[in-house]
């Protein structure tokens, strides 16, 4: 399928204004564009009846986390929500319109973890920081008012990618016990690989920005086979979370989310996967932009209430979700 004409319009909106792609600037240039362009194509700044800053301990020193909570006293169900901006860019600012978004649709709390980023520190520092934020708020739920019997997590992007590799942990060392995983167009697999030969327009997401992204994250290519950077990798996927995998049609991480969410359903983990036709890489982020990333952000909410054991809202309510293509 073509672009959606909403995706031709942005490439040439981006075009007359001479954007150059981000694996062209340096890390401090690239680090603040995408923070502008996330806020620009997010839409409106929905309110939240409360979000705050706090820190959790974590393997080298305290993290800092956005809290999102919607109305509510005690215990809410909680969503850890990993930012994208492969592990080199990001921040829960970046996260913070998803993040507003998902506490009230759903409604459910939000908690964004900023973990450390690459170059200054290379892989695992990510995934051993945002494994350590949900174990944290698991044994301390009453901290945050979290209910840890309804305990998410999930990710767009390299966040999908720490969220997969979240749950092998959780998995592996006991804990914690996480009801589902969000995982939006997630990076699955490093290892270099041919990619199509179209796939390098530098208006867009391409197979240049994955390759820079991941000479950042990963200071020893050999790492790429570490099932904790490519979850896709993992001899076993049985005995993980419920997944919503959502993937965008012209994205170049496409196949290999999709090839995780078919690993998952073999694995007999309960999984969706839904292809957004004519999407690009990051539209779920920019709802403001895309009629689709609305249209993803509703199905994600979706998915949160069903996992959570939230009731299904009226039909025609406007937090009912319409999805992707549901494959």
């Known amino acids: 399928m073509s672009l959606d004409p909403q995706v031709v319009a942005y490439r040439a909106a981006r075009a007359a204004a001479g954007t150059r792609p981000l694996y062209t600037q340096t890390l401090a240039e690239a680090r603040a564009a995408d923070l502008a362009a996330i806020r620009a194509g997010g839409g409106d700044v929905e309110p939240v009846h409360e979000v705050r800053d706090t820190t959790v301990p974590g393997p080298d020193?305290?993290?800092?986390?956005?809290?999102?909570?919607?109305?509510?006293?005690?215990?809410?169900?909680?969503l850890v929500y990993f930012?994208?901006?492969?592990?080199?860019?990001?921040?829960?600012?970046?996260?913070?319109g998803i993040c507003r978004r998902l506490a009230n649709a759903t409604p459910c709390q939000v908690v964004t973890v900023g973990y450390r980023l690459a170059p200054e520190h290379p892989f695992p520092a990510a995934?051993?920081?945002?494994?350590?934020?949900?174990?944290?708020?698991?044994?301390?739920a009453a901290a945050l008012r979290v209910d840890p019997d309804r305990l998410v997590v999930g990710g767009d992007s390299a966040g999908?990618?720490?969220?997969?590799?979240?749950?092998?942990?959780?998995?592996?060392e006991g804990g914690p016990r996480l009801a589902g995983q969000l995982l939006v167009y997630p990076n699955t697999d490093q290892r270099a690989a041919p990619r199509p030969t179209d796939d390098q327009d530098p208006l867009l997401f391409n197979r240049h920005s994955v390759d820079w992204y991941r000479g950042h994250y990963l200071a020893d290519p050999a790492d790429a086979?570490?099932?904790?950077?490519?979850?896709?990798?993992?001899d076993d996927l049985s005995g993980?979370?419920?997944?919503?995998?959502?993937?965008?049609?012209?994205?170049?991480?496409?196949?290999?989310?999709?090839?995780?969410?078919?690993r998952l359903r073999e694995a007999g983990v309960p999984v969706r996967a839904s292809r957004y036709p004519g999407m690009i890489h990051g539209?779920?982020?920019?709802?403001?932009?895309?009629?689709?990333?609305?249209?993803?952000?509703?199905?994600?909410?979706?998915?949160l209430r069903d996992v959570f054991g939230l009731p299904t809202p009226p039909a025609g309510s406007p937090l009912t979700a319409?999805?992707?293509?549901g494959r």
């Open 61 to 78: 020193g305290d993290l800092r986390v956005r809290v999102h909570r919607p109305a509510g006293d005690g215990p809410l169900p909680t």
């Open 83 to 96: 930012f994208g901006g492969g592990w080199t860019l990001g921040s829960v600012e970046t996260a913070d």
């Open 127 to 140: 995934v051993l920081d945002c494994h350590a934020a949900t174990r944290w708020l698991a044994e301390h």
């Open 160 to 172: 999908g990618n720490l969220a997969a590799a979240v749950t092998l942990l959780a998995r592996a």
């Open 225 to 234: 086979a570490d099932p904790l950077a490519s979850p896709l990798l993992a």
């Open 240 to 262: 993980l979370p419920p997944a919503l995998v959502i993937t965008a049609e012209h994205d170049p991480l496409r196949d290999e989310g999709e090839r995780y969410a078919q």
């Open 283 to 303: 539209f779920f982020a920019m709802p403001g932009v895309f009629d689709a990333g609305r249209r993803a952000q509703d199905e994600a909410a979706a998915f």
């Open 322 to 325: 319409t999805v992707g293509d």
